[in-house]
């Protein structure tokens, strides 16, 4: 059996050339071993200032990302806070309505079915029942004006007219 002709028990001629290489350009350029060895912890001290300084600024981006968070959720409260306040006032607006209309068709109706009433002797009523109305129209045009606001980001601006 005939051995191959790649396979040698002895170091090959490339890895040969390659130690001669190796041993011209140190003799080349000949560094003491001291100053070889300052010159790698340099380079070592200069790559963990490198990292130490990343990671500084790693810190500080996490630092803002979370003062953002922040921000955002106290934007989100606040909106909140404004949404439920406009319910409150739409909710309000709507009794208003409600209980105005029923009380002008009730005293309409009853002075209207009543033979001896003089019509008109409760206009106070009723203009305090269309009062109630314009209130109620205030106060929705107060929450929808919020509303807005919340949506195109001008929140700083106080539109609550109550």
């Known amino acids: 059996m005939r051995a191959r002709a790649w ?13 001669r290489l190796a041993a011209n350009t140190r003799e080349a350029h000949p560094e003491p071993r001291e100053a070889d060895l300052e010159r790698r912890e340099t380079a070592v001290e200069a ?10 600024v790693v810190e500080a981006r996490e630092i803002v990302v979370e ?31 409600a209980a105005a209309g029923k009380r002008e068709n ?11 009433s003089k019509y008109g ?8 029942a269309g009062l109630d109305r314009g ?4 106060d929705r045009t107060a929450s929808h004006d919020d509303r807005i606001a ?6 700083e601006h106080d539109t609550d007219r109550t």
């Open 150 to 155: 919340l949506t195109e980001g001008d929140v």
């Open 121 to 128: 002797a409760h206009w106070p009523e009723r203009r305090n």
């Open 135 to 138: 209130h109620a129209k205030d």
């Open 7 to 19: 396979f040698t028990p002895f170091v090959g001629s490339d890895d040969r050339w390659r130690d």
């Open 106 to 116: 009730d005293l309409d109706r009853a002075e209207m079915l009543d033979p001896e």
């Open 67 to 97: 003062a953002r968070d922040a921000a955002h959720a106290e934007r989100i409260d606040a909106a909140r806070e404004i949404g439920a306040a406009a319910d409150k006032r739409d909710a309000a607006s709507d009794d208003r309505d």
């Open 47 to 56: 790559q963990e200032i490198v990292v130490e300084a990343r990671e500084i």
